[in-house]
């Protein structure tokens, strides 16, 4: 089984930039699509990007398309998300997931696509 450990969040002003690391345990990482998701306070947890096992596709929620970039390192067993020009919008805890099934064509955006989840980082924009 896929354990999911994040890192990278914390407190920061409106126009910064964060970047969040989820690693990986297990030998299987390569082999499924990766994605963040968040829980902004008071509200249902969305989808903000994914990239498939090899790296070919991104997907991002439009909020973030442009600001955010999602990437992975398979020799590191790492995926990353590196957010720019944050926004107080943006404030949530953010999750990083690993899809159920391996070798995804496309980026799922539903979280039921998804069967391992870290415990999430908070990632806090002030105005």
């Known amino acids: 089984q896929v354990r999911l450990f994040e890192s990278g969040g914390g407190l920061v002003q409106a126009g910064d930039s964060l970047r969040l690391s989820c690693a990986a345990s297990g030998r299987t990482f390569s082999s499924y699509t990766m994605a963040w998701f968040r829980q902004p306070p008071w509200r249902a947890q969305e989808f903000v990007a994914g990239i498939t096992s090899s790296g070919g596709i991104e997907d991002y929620a439009a909020s973030v398309k442009g600001r955010f970039t999602i990437s992975r390192d398979n020799a590191k067993n790492t995926v990353y998300l590196q957010m720019n020009s944050l926004k107080p919008e943006d404030t949530a805890t953010y999750y990083c997931?690993?899809?159920?099934?391996?070798?995804?064509?496309?980026?799922?955006?539903?979280?039921?696509?998804?069967?391992?989840w870290g415990q999430g980082t908070q990632v806090t924009v002030s105005s």
């Open positions: 997931a690993k899809s159920t099934l391996r070798d995804l064509a496309a980026v799922q955006t539903t979280g039921g696509a998804y069967d391992s």
